[in-house]
């Protein structure tokens, strides 16, 4: 089957580092998406990575690595603002999405 | 965990005729499901909420008449996307929360492609 892991809930300080892992099993692969959602809010889109590495993009950066099914987020600098569920979502071999639950990251001061 | 599908998968149509989406909640029971349209690589941009029994809440810039959407029952909600066009070509995604609080978590449908030709 199809499955999508990802830690349900990790806790940071502001101003620190903070790496928020998704493994997947999909039939094909055409790309994985991570978004950021605030309570009450849509999903906001953070990356799409469909090659093997690291893509930066200001304090936040995402990482892949196809042959093992791994991804990485990695928040820098934390923010309180950052405090949110970070979504992890793959997309199969017909385009359609397989999603994570969803990991809560709280920030701390 | 909490299961959400949607059919069908992908549909290709005339422009002019009218396609209906399912979103259904298959091991719980959704009392506000949420309607997205993905564009290539970006945002999921917020359609419409819709809460079991009663109207859907648009958006601002969503043609309510062009969208229509029913949740009849705690665990299907539709989408017709009415005379369709080309710029209506999109990929749409549903999500359904068990409650109404903000904090409830959402799970995702695997999303529908619809190309208009």
């Known amino acids: 089957g199809q499955n999508i892991d990802q830690p349900t809930e990790m806790t940071a300080t502001e101003g620190a580092i903070v790496q928020i892992n998704c493994t997947y099993q999909?039939?094909?692969?055409?790309?994985l998406f991570w978004y950021q959602q605030h309570a009450g809010e849509a999903p906001t889109f953070l990356s799409y990575n469909v090659l093997d590495g690291l893509e930066e993009k200001g304090r936040f950066s995402s990482f892949l690595s196809r042959s093992k099914g791994y991804s990485y987020l990695l928040l820098k600098e934390l923010q309180m603002k950052d405090s949110a569920s970070y979504l992890c979502?793959?997309?199969?071999?017909?385009?359609?999405?397989?999603w994570g639950a969803g990991t809560k990251l709280i920030i701390k001061p | 965990g909490a299961v959400v599908s949607q059919h069908p998968s992908r549909v290709i149509c005339k422009s002019g005729t009218s396609v209906k989406i399912e979103c259904r909640s298959l091991d719980f029971q959704a009392t506000t499901m949420f309607w997205y349209r993905q564009f290539p690589k970006k945002s999921l941009m917020l359609m419409a909420t819709s809460n079991e029994g009663s109207k859907a809440t648009y958006e601002q810039g969503v043609e309510k008449d062009k969208f229509l959407i029913n949740h009849a029952s705690l665990t299907l909600s539709t989408l017709t996307v009415t005379s369709a066009h080309p710029e209506d070509s999109s990929f749409y995604i549903c999500?359904?929360?068990?409650?109404?609080?903000?904090?409830?978590?959402?799970?995702f449908g695997p999303g529908t492609r619809l190309t208009v030709l």
């Open positions: 999909t039939s094909g692969f055409n790309g």
């Open positions: 999500s359904a929360t068990e409650g109404l609080a903000d904090t409830d978590t959402q799970y």
């Open positions: 979502a793959a997309l199969d071999s017909n385009y359609q999405l397989i």
